[in-house]
């Protein structure tokens, strides 16, 4: 099974409620988590893009406008199906 496959619908799922830029920054930074030794924000921000400055990930969480009411509830709802 390959991981792309399995996490790609539950990730359009959840970024359907961001930005597209917003979107991109995540799926880069959920990649570069996935993939990462030790799971923190820092190690997947490093194996994320190196060329993209950590502040661009650390504004997903912090300042980017996406509703987690709006994004949660499908990500839940397609997680249980």
């Not at 830029?21 to 924000?41: C, I, M």
């Not at 661009?56 to 509830?73: D, L, P, Q, V």
């Amino acid at each position: 099974m390959d991981i792309a496959s399995t996490f790609m619908p539950l990730l359009r799922v959840f970024t359907a409620a961001m930005t597209k830029p917003t979107a991109v920054s995540f799926k880069e930074f959920f990649a570069g988590w996935l993939f990462a030794g030790r799971r923190t924000v820092s190690n997947g921000v490093r194996a994320g893009d190196p060329t993209k400055h950590p502040s661009a990930y650390h504004r997903i969480f912090a300042t980017a406008c996406w509703s987690m009411t709006e994004s949660g509830s499908p990500f839940l709802i397609s997680s249980i199906n």
